[in-house]
């Protein structure tokens, strides 16, 4: 059975292609076809890049407006970003990176959905209701919610009904504690429903149970800290293997700082840019959500490479690192608190698998714990395999382990469409 995953983020959508019969292998397998397209905050070009399972390859640059026009009611600057959807969706059966003969080949899709507010705890089949409730919680995830309609939208154009299956990241966090999900505010925020939903929860969970298997313990008997540490970045406590405590919020925007996000800030600043200059609602989401972060601070990037890169020779990149690494740190520490211990520390996505300056910056002041890294290890370069990185006499391990979303969103569609024949491993 072949089944189609996407994963659209903030700045980039990704695309991957599976072939899924039980038994499932322990370890995730290669896709048999993926794309990436990924493309700047001010529009203009998105790069594409396509492989296939014999190895072959393109890249193309496509023209691209992420904000052309009007807001519509529904999707921002739609048919610009939508032709280049499809065109990545057609690299599937044309092209010379091409792996399947026809659409009629997949069998199912399955999408990341970033939102989903108090209602879904689960996948869930998409219906024209989801559709709509996905719609009204993008006011809450604006730079998710839409660009993932857009593509449930793109494969009903284009496959027709095929069976669609959202896969929620704020699933995994609705089993918190109210003590962690209830803000201070009147509680008749409560009763409409703001409070702590938490985000990256499709990765946090995988890591969980991947952690558990590297280290050869139930996850039942763990304390884990993982850390998705990417364009957007949360941090999640979970013990036995459930989420207990995060970073993020009712809104993606909530807890680290980011690549272009803020995280959390005083509110008494977004009153006084208000009273004293006249801040509408727009243009907080646009400075919060698009300027701020290692981008807003540096002046440089919202890459962390370039970050790292450029510390040495100017002040505001050393200065974006050294406030990203602060806020890190006490995150953990945070998380830390709500766990009462720790087992192991995992690192993961962009940031937190291909940054050693990152992971060693975030261990040092835990080593009250015995938490040891090993220098040598922890500069290793990943090439996709997952390792531990601490020393052999720490107490607390750390893991650096690759996100693997596609394939867990594949294995939640697998699940839900056969709900009697779903294995129980990874």
């Known amino acids: 059975m072949k089944i189609l995953a996407l994963n659209s983020g903030a700045s980039s959508q990704k695309s991957c292609l599976y072939e899924l019969s039980p038994p499932f292998p322990i370890d995730p397998p290669a896709p048999l076809w993926e794309a990436r397209m990924e493309w700047g905050f001010a529009g203009g070009q998105a790069e594409l890049r396509i492989r296939n399972a014999a190895g072959r390859s393109r890249t193309e640059t496509l023209p691209i407006d992420f904000h052309a026009g009007p807001m519509p009611s529904e999707i921002r600057g739609g048919q610009d970003r939508t032709a280049a959807l499809e065109r990545m969706l057609g690299g599937l059966w044309e092209g010379p990176a091409c792996q399947i003969s026809g659409p009629g080949e997949i069998a199912a899709v399955g999408h990341r959905v970033v939102h989903g507010g108090p209602d879904f705890r689960q996948p869930t089949r998409v219906t024209p209701e989801v559709i709509a409730a996905i719609l009204h919680l993008a006011e809450f995830a604006p730079l998710h919610n839409r660009a993932e309609?857009?593509?449930?939208?793109?494969?009903?154009?284009?496959?027709?009904?095929?069976?669609?299956?959202?896969?929620?990241d704020t699933a995994f966090h609705r089993r918190m504690p109210e003590a962690a999900t209830v803000y201070p505010g009147p509680y008749a925020w409560t009763e409409e429903g703001i409070q702590r939903y938490g985000f990256h929860g499709i990765n946090h969970a995988y890591?969980?149970?991947?952690?558990?298997?590297?280290?050869?313990?139930e996850a039942a008997s763990l304390r884990l800290i993982t850390c998705h540490l990417g364009n957007g970045c949360s941090l999640a406590a979970v013990r036995g293997g459930r989420s207990i405590d995060t970073t993020m919020g009712f809104t993606p925007l909530d807890g680290l700082m980011m690549g272009s996000r803020s995280g959390s800030v005083d509110p008494g600043i977004l009153i006084h840019l208000v009273r004293k200059h006249g801040y509408s609602a727009e243009d907080l989401d646009r400075i919060l959500n698009r300027e701020s972060g290692l981008i807003g601070l540096s002046g440089v990037s919202r890459d962390m490479r370039e970050i790292v890169a450029a510390r040495q020779a100017n002040p505001r990149a050393r200065l974006a690192f050294d406030v990203f690494l602060h806020r890190l740190r006490s995150s953990i520490g945070a998380m830390l608190a709500s766990l009462g211990g720790l087992d192991a520390l995992v690192f993961t996505a962009g940031i937190g698998e291909n940054s050693p300056e990152v992971r060693e910056g975030a261990c040092e002041p835990f080593r009250f714990l015995g938490l040891q890294l090993d220098p040598a290890r922890n500069r290793q370069t990943a090439n996709g395999i997952d390792r531990d990185i601490a020393a052999e006499n720490s107490t607390v391990r750390v893991l650096v382990i690759g996100a693997q979303e596609d394939w867990a969103i594949a294995r939640e569609c697998w699940n839900l469409l056969h709900p009697n024949q779903s294995p129980a491993g990874g």
Do not use: D, T, Y
């Open 207 to 217: 890591c969980s149970w991947r952690a558990a298997h590297m280290l050869g313990k």
């Open 149 to 168: 309609v857009e593509g449930i939208r793109l494969i009903e154009r284009v496959l027709g009904n095929v069976p669609q299956v959202a896969v929620f």
